[in-house]
């Protein structure tokens, strides 16, 4: 009985992955670079993110009233890392523009280094390595390729079958890994490198997939969370983070303020200007958030006078998961306070879909593991595609010789 069992994984194992080989080798390549994507992107591009200035730190609010786009936008985001050698990122918002724009300023002279209006070639080449990653490049394809959908929805479709296809190649693979002998589980674990190039290449498809399982799992499950739109929501169900869309949220809104005769505020009402300087705001975070990390400030349009606080922690086995505070603009009032530590487990492994396939989750040292993982996977359906040939080709020379 269990060898049937066994035959029946071994063709879903077989055929899952020749069906996705192709698909998951470029995924799993361009995964194996995305993962260090900020690290890449700091490094080529540095004078935006790094300074080597000395002498004394100008405050928050220095900074602020030396920015020049000010004077024809307003400012809706900061971003302040604990670290002196990094910019401080102003986000400001001009007048008619839908986007922010990004100015990264010295700290030490309020110089204004960079923004991210035009994109270096860094960004442009990160750019393209998302894109294979997530749409297989098919977004960069001008020509429509199906009437039925655009070329980036039909990149997001390939790639959602694919993952889907690895994953259940990943499943059965730890099956298939099991030995039939208790003795023979050291083969399983080790690569006999005195053997011909055919044993290599066995044992490393057998031991590499093996260490890698666990990494290679979450990557595949947490893959088509951004393919299949019943994915997500199945995703966000099971882990307690589902949130109507905004569309929904709309809608139940002007049903409600039609039925009671309420009056809509408008919308594109600009808020309040900010009374409490922006280094009261940042002692204020410190002073509910006081571990160091990095420091995102909001200013929320709805409701009025608001503002949102995301701070995170930095370093080799950081956490994922920011913590949230949400401040009166005026006052400083604390109105909410969310610590990703606190929510329940079922709500930050939901909240964390992002990291868990990114290898975010802990710092560094995922990501470092993540990497790893994805490059092993990237050699998974070349090493799998030999074995294949290498038996197919034996059972044809057997036949021969009968």
Not at 121 to 141: A, I, N, P, Q, T
Not at 161 to 166: G, N, Q, V, Y
Not at 205 to 226: D, E, Q, R
Request: aromatic share 12%; with cysteine; glycine share 6%.
């Amino acid at each position: 009985m269990w060898k049937q069992i066994r035959q029946f994984l071994n063709d879903i194992h077989l055929y899952a992955g020749l069906l996705c080989s192709v698909v998951v080798i470029a995924v799993c390549f361009t995964g194996t670079l995305y993962v260090y994507n900020t690290e890449i992107r700091e490094f080529f591009d540095s004078e935006r993110y790094f300074v080597s200035g000395q002498g004394n730190l100008k405050t928050l609010e220095e900074l602020k009233s030396g920015l020049q786009p000010l004077e024809h936008g307003k400012l809706v985001g900061v971003t302040k890392y604990q670290d002196s050698d990094r910019t401080v990122q102003f986000q400001v918002k001009a007048e008619g523009e839908e986007k922010a724009t990004t100015y990264f300023v010295d700290p030490y002279t309020g110089k204004i280094l960079a923004d991210n209006t035009k994109k270096t070639s860094s960004e442009e080449l990160m750019g393209y390595v998302f894109s294979m990653h997530r749409w297989l490049l098919l977004d960069k394809v001008e020509t429509p390729l199906l009437e039925s959908m655009t070329n980036q929805e039909l990149g997001r479709l390939i790639n959602g079958i694919a993952t889907s296809l690895f994953l259940l190649g990943v499943l059965t693979g730890i099956f298939l890994w099991l030995p039939k002998k208790a003795k023979n589980w050291k083969q399983g674990l080790t690569v006999k490198w005195s053997g011909n190039w055919k044993r290599i290449n066995h044992d490393l498809h057998n031991a590499l997939a093996f260490y890698s399982f666990i990494a290679l799992f979450i990557m595949a499950v947490t893959g088509p969370f951004w393919s299949f739109g019943w994915y997500k929501t199945a995703w966000q169900k099971t882990w307690d983070t589902y949130q109507a869309p905004k569309e929904e949220k709309k809608e139940d809104k002007s049903k409600e303020s039609s039925t009671s005769e309420q009056v809509v505020e408008d919308s594109t009402a600009i808020p309040e200007p900010l009374v409490i300087s922006l280094d009261e705001v940042l002692a204020a975070a410190n002073q509910h958030l006081s571990y160091s990390g990095v420091i995102k400030l909001t200013f929320l349009e709805e409701p009025q006078g608001d503002l949102a606080i995301s701070k995170s922690r930095t370093g080799f086995f950081a956490r994922a998961g920011a913590d949230q505070l949400k401040l009166n603009a005026q006052t400083l009032e604390l109105k909410e306070k969310v610590l990703f530590g606190e929510l329940p487990v079922r709500q930050q492994i939901g909240k964390s879909v992002k990291a868990l396939h990114t290898g975010e989750i802990f710092g560094q040292f995922t990501k470092f593991l993540w990497a790893l993982a994805c490059a092993i996977a990237t050699s998974l359906p070349i090493t799998g595609t030999m074995i294949w040939l290498n038996k197919r080709k034996k059972k044809i020379g057997a036949k021969s010789e009968q």
